[in-house]
């Protein structure tokens, strides 16, 4: 029976944490739409070059692995940019096909790119500070450093992004550009600017995002695409272009992936376990596409409405 | 019996009240204009008839049915057409092709739906605008491909939602020939929303005016526009004649 | 019946695009004939297949604007359905075939009904993860092989007509061309049909759709079951082709992506736009795949080349291939006209 409590408590605290780092990734993508209504399909690549990122330069300049999080944060923000100013910008006036087209192509593009350089081999960082390390909490309950480094640097995150856009004069104008997009260009706010920082920002947060990742999730060429599902579905929970959104449906996301485990926790506490059992774990992620499939019929607008 | 019945149609919007109580009938082969100053809810009453969103509260009935609860491509199988404001060039379709979709609601063939379409096009006199895209046509043949397409549904009744809008004086005048021609030829009733006045005034047999939502009159041309009630909405309280007194301006509007 | 005429029906495109075909038809009738190494008639084969494939995703994807990057599941349901009928009960192609596109049918309404409440972008992620899942059902699936798929087990005898095994591949390659013509037929019918001009309008404008008629969800159902009977014929196909499917191969996300990346290169909403992409990205994969499979170290400069190719023709011209050689001769008309 405490075992059952103690596999719940995990899963929990597993969720929780999870959560936080799925909200990170999130925060990205619900940036980018909250200014311009583009949905960037490209997004998991993104985190997957911010993975790629910490692993070549931490055994490269010899140092921990969390101290290469702000370059990854300057690699997203420059190839947001770049993405932005190279195709976004064109991408914008034609039809929403087109849109949808031209991410995609990059995704491509950048998944590609990655097999060309870095092989199909999935790699984890082996050396770090918080890798591999965990303290325990209390019986049976053990907490991974990495994880928790994690989580705790998502909040950080979002605290920061949230500063720079409630506290910061450029955050307000970018607020503007995103409630209404000729008001704000009357008032000397100049469109494509924001544009071009709402990449900057959304590529970079999903940069540290996988920057953070890497220390415990194991990095291909195709890991993008996994995330940039579960991004999506973080944030029509939370609600396109709500930063508060993001947060909440990330935790709760979180919270689903541990479904199987608590499946067979309750598998086993009604005796039930063992080989013969269903197990739920192949359709982990399939619980957050049909969330995404249900709020997107039920409730459109998500948790916080359209826009924050 | 009345071709269309709009009975006690209210039309909420989270707080405001679009359209409040509104009713009338419209006799078949009739025309009936439709006017008041902006933002009465003259488009949101079209949009409640045709069917584009729910009312509130009240009913419509059109030939006899009730067809309150009907969606918008329900209430057009049944024979009323509409126009829409913001026409959308379409970059796929030719002109042709685009009257051929409304010839499509009541036939499958399309041999019959080009002839039904080209058809149109001629009573329209458009003929030689078929193979153009829309996006290459000025304003004015634009509306009139509207009005071809229309046409070739067949309706019984037509909405026209401020079909004068960027059309100068000449083509007014030619729209409101076609219009009349559309009317007495095809037998078409007409329900016409206008700013321009001047086309409701030759066109219409009776005027219907709504102001914040509620009808304030009802009746033919000539004793619409010399209402008080219809003056005050449109010039304000200034200009409206005390009851008795001769029209607008006089010793009243002296006063501040 | 006029279907029938209207499938014949070419009149609306220009003599010199009608020549070009004649000669593509001719050339795709004699070319086993020329001398061809086996590795061209494996692309060609792919060609006719991949081109199928477009025309399919063409009706939802192209005439009527609804992006589906899910379309491999039903690749899937066609393939598997073949399998499993003829490894279990020993049932030919040919009855197969029908049955796997009426299941793929019916999942397609199943699936389509509340799908199409999305619209661009949310559709197109919905149209993904619909696949993701049924990939992954098919994965864990003892019924169907699992992961590991299933072997169709050899007739023994060949040419087999009935089960589709044949020794030398122009069997197959004539197999699929006659689909491939059948196929041509059917969506030019489908182009001038009512269904095709409701599209289209809906594509434009849904609000004017509806109000000239016209029932835009079910429409766009229709649509994509015509969609899904393509693509899952041609999955029956590819079981008796390839002699054993596995969820990798017939249901994954990289098919769904190459269907909806060469109708879109091509042109999507035209009747030739996916035969021209197929024309020009299925070769340039295979040879450049064959080529650069010797050098180890380039996998995936093929598909680093069509996501570079796809995000121009994006940015640029959206509408493809065809979109090019339309704004070509517009400019032409117009450039007569003015003078």
Redo the contacts between chains.
């Keep these: 029976m405490e075992a059952f409590w103690v596999e719940i408590l995990k899963s929990l605290v597993s969720g929780l944490l999870m959560g936080l780092v799925f909200a990170l990734v999130a925060l990205g993508l619900t940036v980018i739409f909250g200014v311009m209504d583009i949905?960037n399909f490209a997004h998991g690549e993104f985190l997957m070059i911010g993975m790629y990122t910490t692993l070549v330069t931490a055994p490269l300049l010899g140092v921990d692995p969390l101290i290469t999080l702000p370059i990854c944060g300057l690699v997203g923000a420059v190839l947001g940019v770049i993405s932005y100013y190279g195709?976004v910008k064109?991408?914008l006036r034609?039809?929403?096909?087109?849109?949808?087209?031209?991410t995609?192509?990059?995704?491509?593009?950048?998944?590609?790119?990655?097999?060309?350089f870095m092989g199909?081999e999935p790699r984890i960082l082996h050396k770090g500070v918080l890798v591999g390390k965990s303290f325990v909490v209390g019986p049976g309950l053990v907490l991974e450093s990495t994880k928790l480094a994690a989580a705790v640097l998502s909040l950080a995150s979002f605290y920061v992004v949230w500063w720079l856009i409630n506290r910061t004069r450029l955050g307000k104008a970018l607020t503007a550009t995103s409630l209404d997009r000729q008001g704000a260009r009357y008032m000397g706010i100049s469109t494509e600017l924001m544009n071009a920082l709402a990449w900057a920002i959304g590529g970079a947060s999903v940069a540290i995002a996988g920057g953070v990742l890497v220390n415990f999730w194991p990095v291909d060429?195709n890991v993008g695409?996994l995330f940039t599902?579960i991004a999506?579905a973080t944030v029509?929970l939370g609600g396109f272009g709500s930063i508060r959104g993001a947060l909440f449906a990330g935790i709760i996301i979180g919270f689903i992936v541990q479904i199987p485990p608590v499946w067979d926790a309750a598998l086993g506490l009604l005796g039930l376990g063992g080989g013969d059992a269903i197990s739920l774990h192949?359709?982990k992620?399939?619980f957050v596409?049909?969330i995404?499939?249900i709020i997107?019929?039920v409730r459109?607008q998500g948790l916080f409405g359209w826009k924050q | 019996m009345p071709l269309l019945e709009v009975q006690h149609v209210s039309k909420v919007f989270g707080g405001l009240r679009a359209n409040d109580d509104v009713s009338f009938v419209l006799e078949a082969n009739e025309v009936l204009g439709l006017i008041g100053p902006n933002g009465a809810g003259k488009t949101t009453l079209f949009n409640c008839i045709a069917g584009y969103f729910p009312v509130t509260s009240g009913r419509i009935i059109f030939d006899g049915r009730d067809i309150t609860e009907l969606r918008d491509y329900q209430v057009a199988r049944l024979g009323i057409a509409r126009t829409f404001q913001i026409f959308q060039a379409s970059g796929d379709l030719s002109v042709v092709e685009n009257v051929m979709v409304g010839a499509f609601m009541h036939s499958s063939s399309r041999s019959r739906a080009r002839l039904i379409a080209e058809e149109c096009l001629e009573f329209l006199g458009i003929s030689d605008s078929a193979g153009h895209m829309l996006s290459e046509l000025p304003v004015a043949r634009q509306k009139r491909v509207a009005l071809a397409t229309a046409l070739a549904s067949h309706p019984r009744l037509l909405l026209l939602d401020e079909v004068a809008a960027g059309l100068n004086p000449s083509e007014i005048e030619g729209m409101v020939d076609t219009l009349r021609r559309i009317h007495q030829e095809r037998g078409i009733s007409l329900l016409v929303t206008e700013h321009v006045l001047e086309m409701v005034m030759a066109l219409a047999d009776r005027v219907i005016v709504l102001e914040s939502g509620r009808k304030i009159a009802d009746g033919n041309p000539e004793q619409v526009v010399k209402d008080p009630e219809v003056i005050r909405a449109y010039l304000g309280e200034h200009f409206a004649p005390q009851a008795g007194q001769a029209g607008p301006g006089g010793e009243e509007g002296r006063h501040a | 019946m006029e279907a029938i005429r209207n499938a014949f029906d070419f009149s609306d495109f220009p003599r010199l695009d009608l020549t070009i075909a004649g000669l593509g038809i001719l050339f795709l009738l004699i070319f086993p004939a020329l001398p061809h190494s086996s590795f061209a008639m494996a692309t060609m084969i792919q060609f006719l297949m991949f081109s199928l494939y477009g025309m399919g995703w063409n009706t939802i994807g192209g005439y009527a604007g609804q992006v589906d990057l899910g379309k491999a599941k039903y690749v899937g349901i066609g393939a598997y359905t073949t399998a499993v009928l003829m490894i279990r009960w020993d049932i030919p192609f040919w009855f197969s075939m029908p049955l796997g596109m009426v299941f793929a049918i019916l999942w397609s309404f199943v699936i389509g009904y509340p799908l199409f409440r999305l619209k661009g972008h949310y559709f197109a992620i919905a149209t993904i993860a619909t696949s993701l899942v049924v990939k992954d059902i098919f994965e864990v699936w003892d019924f169907v092989g699992g992961a590991r798929g299933l072997e169709l087990p050899l007739k023994g005898h060949f040419p087999d007509f009935l089960y589709l095994q044949f020794r030398e591949d122009y069997y197959y390659y004539y197999i699929i061309l006659g689909f491939f013509v059948l196929g041509v037929l059917y969506i030019n019918a489908f182009r001038h049909s009512r269904l095709g001009y409701q599209l289209r309008a809906i594509k434009d404008n849904e609000d004017v759709a509806r109000s000239l008629g016209i029932d835009v969800h079910w429409s766009k159902i229709k649509a994509y079951a015509v969609a899904t009977a393509f693509v899952a014929m041609v999955g029956s196909f590819h079981a008796c082709y390839n002699f054993a499917i596995e969820p990798e191969d017939t249901m994954s996300l990289d098919l769904s992506i190459l269907i909806a990346m060469m109708a879109m290169l091509g042109g999507a909403g035209s009747l030739w736009g996916p035969i021209i992409g197929a024309a020009i990205l299925v070769p340039m994969k295979s040879y450049l795949g064959s080529w650069l499979g010797g050098q180890a170290g380039l996998a995936g400069l093929d598909l680093v080349i069509y996501g570079a190719i796809i995000m121009l023709i994006a940015a640029v011209q959206p509408r493809g291939v065809w979109g090019i050689v339309e704004a070509v001769r517009a400019r032409k008309r117009g450039s007569h006209a003015a003078a």
């Design positions: 949905v195709l064109y991408l034609g039809p929403v096909i087109a849109q949808l087209f031209g995609f192509g990059l995704m491509v593009f950048l998944r590609n790119l990655a097999l060309l199909s060429p695409l599902m999506f029509a192949p359709f992620y399939t596409y049909l995404y499939f997107m019929i459109p």
